[in-house]
C-alpha cells in the first residue's frame, strides 16, 4: 500500500493564481481530511468528508474548496490564493471507527 | 480555536533521560491521541488513549489522562537521538468528527 500520497510536493503560486492539491489514498479509508500547518499553531483543520459525497467545514474554511467523488480522492481546490494561505499543508484519512489518522507527507506552498 | 496546548513548548534533553510532556484540552472528548513529527515530515500517530482509561503503554511511550482536569501526559523513557521530533496532542470530542490539535512540543535528544 502506498498509504496517503499527495501532489506537488512544492508549490509557489502568485496572488490571485488559483491551483488544486491532490490527495489519494489506498486503504479504503472513508474519512478524509485537510489541514494546514503554520509555525507555532500546530495542525488546523480546513475541511474534512466523512464518505464519497459528503464534505463539511472545518476550523479555517476559507478560501478552499473541496469535493469528494470517490472513496480514494480528497482534491483541495484554493480559488484566489492570498499570501495568507502560504503554509503546509497535510491530508489525512482513516476509518471512522479507529479514529488514528494516517497523513500524508505534505505539500509545501508559498504564496507570493 | 485550537482545542489543546500542550507544555512545554520545547524540551532538550541528554539521551538516556526521560522526556515528559503535557496536554490540557477544554471540552469532553471521546479520544485522545498523541502524534509524533519528525522535521518535514508528515504527523505519525503513536498512541490513543479513549476517554475511559487512564493510563496506556507502548513500547517506551507512556500516556495518561485526567479527564477532571482535561489533561494528558505523554513519558518518553529512555530517550534516543531518533525521539528527536515535535510532539502533537489531538482530541475527538464527543459527537464530533474532527480532530483538533495543540500547538506541539519540541523535543531535542542530545546524544
Known amino acids: 500500500n502506498a498509504g496517503v500520497t499527495q501532489t506537488p510536493k512544492f508549490q509557489v503560486l502568485k496572488t490571485g493564481q488559483s491551483m488544486t492539491l491532490q490527495c489519494a489514498q489506498d486503504?479504503?479509508?472513508?474519512?478524509m481530511s485537510w489541514y494546514r500547518q503554520d509555525p507555532g499553531m500546530g495542525l488546523r483543520l480546513i475541511h474534512y468528508?466523512?464518505?464519497?459525497?459528503?464534505?463539511d467545514q472545518g476550523e479555517v474554511p476559507n478560501g478552499y474548496n473541496v469535493s469528494r467523488s470517490t472513496t480514494e480522492d480528497f482534491p483541495l481546490r484554493l480559488l484566489s490564493a492570498a499570501p495568507s494561505q502560504t503554509s503546509v499543508y497535510f491530508c489525512?484519512?482513516?476509518?471512522?471507527?479507529?479514529?488514528?489518522?494516517?497523513f500524508g507527507p505534505g505539500t509545501r506552498l508559498t504564496v507570493t | 480555536s485550537q482545542q489543546g496546548e500542550e507544555d512545554p513548548q520545547a524540551l532538550s534533553i541528554q539521551e538516556g533521560e526521560n522526556a515528559t510532556m503535557n496536554c490540557s484540552y477544554k471540552?469532553?472528548?471521546?479520544?485522545l491521541q498523541w502524534y509524533r513529527q519528525n522535521s518535514g515530515r508528515g504527523l505519525v500517530h503513536l498512541i490513543l488513549?479513549?476517554?475511559?482509561?487512564r493510563e496506556k503503554h507502548s513500547g517506551r511511550l507512556r500516556v495518561t489522562l485526567d479527564t477532571s482536569k482535561k489533561s494528558s501526559s505523554l513519558l518518553i523513557t529512555a530517550s534516543r537521538a531518533a525521539d528527536t521530533a515535535s510532539y502533537f496532542c489531538?482530541?475527538?470530542?464527543?459527537?464530533?468528527?474532527?480532530?483538533?490539535f495543540g500547538a506541539g512540543t519540541t523535543v531535542t535528544v542530545r546524544a
Open positions: 488513549i479513549r476517554s475511559n482509561e
Open positions: 471540552t469532553s472528548i471521546n479520544n
Open positions: 489531538a482530541t475527538w470530542p464527543i459527537n464530533d468528527y474532527k480532530l483538533s
Open positions: 468528508s466523512v464518505g464519497a459525497g459528503i464534505t
Open positions: 486503504m479504503n479509508h472513508e474519512y
Open positions: 489525512a484519512s482513516m476509518t471512522p471507527n479507529s479514529y488514528e489518522q494516517y
